[in-house]
């Protein structure tokens, strides 16, 4: 069944009810749920064109840049919401890490799992690509505030250690050890209500539009397992080298 | 045994030439004078922006820095412990040197030395100050360096408990033939346990005041 445009429009009920709360209750959010509404629908809307276009005109290059724009909104965005500063460096590693964790993970996972063919076929890789790296993004994110956090709170320790003769990675290993567990904690917890608290948005969405619910719950799996998967590498990447970026190469913590 | 020559370090460090080759070394001088960062630099803590550190004949910037630590061991000013009881405490730097994990005994030993009355299975959450000072004392004991870089190691003791700590610290280092380099406000124990006496005055070495 399709959406109507007056259904549709009918659905930002629930933006005005939000809206009288807000006022009600003199929260001022008016502005941020306007703007988040309407970037929502623009953004959306404009992936709705875009997909049907490539979609229709299927080409390895068209799917390649769309891919890559999300991944270059995904670094941007993890970059911005870790609240210490970063240095250069450590912003490189963040795209270089969800670059290659989420592109690896995402074409095993299409091609190699699924076997999609021709491997750039939009109406897979674009939407795969697309929860892969948003997940991943979160994950990275989460882990470098930690990593950043812990390695301004606990300096001292750090520099203990380094006095005692451990080497800079053995000085940091349960400051890394916290950031990757906090970086895939959510996704693990998100798994664990799967199904009984919430049904996924991919899955509901292909319910809705026909699948066949079995069908539909064994992408899901697949597709839970892959995000898990590329949050790992991702993550694990980014600290496995962040770290280092702490360090001067002679072993001394950075001021 | 170090040799420093002509070493900089900002504003805060102007050595032309400094042999530091006795067992027991204690430097003094006024806050601020650069004592801790004179001792940072003897195992790259901290890197001098010119001049050279040569330890037992050899460029320390030349060496390989985790080596150079792991002989050249430093306790800072401020006592740091781990999670984990006190065992865990203890052999911690030991593993940390990737060097073998102590004896029961040793451990036993080594909080003896440091007149530290608490068992290997208690939990370090309710140390006081001094005992942790104690505790992080007995953990570089253990850990069988060749030299030792202490950054004002009683100043969380009490005066009587200051010397009999100073005192077996310098006992161990005759009898192992260590040497100790301290960092020291304390003009009772500079006075009483040093071999060699520096003494820094902004950053440069002073004659000591009379």
Known sequence: MDLTVLQ???SYVFVLILLVIFKSRGIRREKEILIATTRMTVQLTAMGFILM??????????????????????????????????????????????????????IFFIVGILGVRPWFNPQYMI????????????????????????????RPIVENSLMLGATPARAVRDIINDAFDSAILPTMSNMLTMGIVSLPGMMTGQI??????????????????????????????FVTLGYKTFFTKDGQLIR | MFEIKNLKFMHILDIEHLIIDQQVTCITGS?????????????????????????????????????????????????????????????????????????????????????????????????????????????IMLMNADTYLLDEPSSSLDKETEHFIIENLAAFANERQKQLIMVTHSESIAAAYHDSLIYLENGQIGSEPQ
Do not use: H
């Open chain 2, 31 to 139: 806050s601020g004078s650069g004592k801790t960062t004179l001792l940072r630099m003897l195992n790259r803590m901290n890197v001098p922006d010119e001049g050279s550190i040569f330890y037992n004949g050899a460029n320390i910037a030349k060496t390989d820095v985790v080596r150079l630590r792991r002989s050249v061991v430093m306790l800072g000013q401020t006592p740091i412990l781990y999670s984990g009881n006190v065992r865990e405490n203890l052999q911690i730097g030991l593993e940390f040197s990737q060097k073998p994990l102590a004896s029961e005994e040793a451990l036993l030993e080594s909080l003896t030395r440091v007149q530290l009355d608490k068992g290997l299975d208690e939990s370090c959450g309710t140390l006081s100050g001094g005992e942790k000072q104690r505790l992080c004392l007995a953990r």
């Open chain 1, 53 to 106: 276009y490539v979609f229709k005109n299927p080409s390895w290059w068209l799917t390649l840049i769309l891919v890559f724009v999300m991944i270059s909104a995904a670094i941007f965005n993890s970059i911005k919401r870790v609240k210490t500063v970063m240095s250069k460096q450590l912003k490189l590693i963040v795209g270089f890490s969800l670059v290659l964790g989420a592109l690896t993970s995402a």
């Open chain 1, 8 to 10: 549709l429009a009918l």
């Open chain 1, 127 to 154: 939407p795969i690509s697309g929860m892969i790296v948003g997940n991943s993004m979160t994950g990275i994110s989460l882990g470098a505030n930690k990593l950043c956090s812990d390695m301004q709170d606990k």
């Open chain 1, 208 to 237: 809705l539009s026909g699948v066949y619910p079995i069908t539909a719950i064994k992408y899901q799996i697949g597709i839970m397992l892959a995000i898990l998967g590329s949050t790992g590498l991702c993550v694990i990447l």
